[in-house]
């Protein structure tokens, strides 16, 4: 883990929750305490309402892909490795949509309404990455 050397999401004070449930190997969605809007990416105030009461739910980690793109190529040297690699928005089933890397299966497997689960890349010790994989039948 100490050798990772692709970028790293650089932690915000309000978004230090949500790292701290991916270390756990927990998907969290911020809450908003006054209008109860789900959200989806970590923000300092609720974009519904402009509360800062902001609270933190367990999400179930599942979704369906709403869309993807597979990329193949013209990716920076930390990247090679990785292609081809998929990156779609993923609509949880608590209605937010997060964005991240496909994995575990064919990139030309991957389709639009495709059923995922997260699953967790320990990245460094202070970094676990959220990705997602089709869901076995």
Not at 57 to 66: E, Q
Request: proline fraction near 7%.
């Amino acid at each position: 883990m100490n050798d990772y050397r692709k970028p790293i999401p650089q932690i915000q004070p309000w978004s230090a929750p949500f790292w701290e449930g991916t270390k756990k190997h927990e998907l969290l969605i911020q809450e908003c305490a006054e209008c109860g809007a789900r959200i989806f990416y970590p923000r300092k105030y609720c974009p519904e309402c402009w509360s800062s009461n902001m609270g933190w739910s367990r999400a179930r980690g599942r979704g369906r892909i709403y869309s993807h793109t597979t990329t193949m190529t013209g990716v920076e040297t930390k990247f090679l490795e990785d292609l081809p690699f998929v990156l779609a928005i993923i609509d949880l089933d608590e209605g937010v949509r997060m964005t991240g890397n496909v994995v575990d299966c064919d990139p030309d497997d991957v389709s639009i309404g495709m059923e995922v689960e997260v699953v967790f890349d320990d990245v460094t010790s202070e970094i676990t990455l959220p990705k997602w994989r089709p869901v076995k039948k």
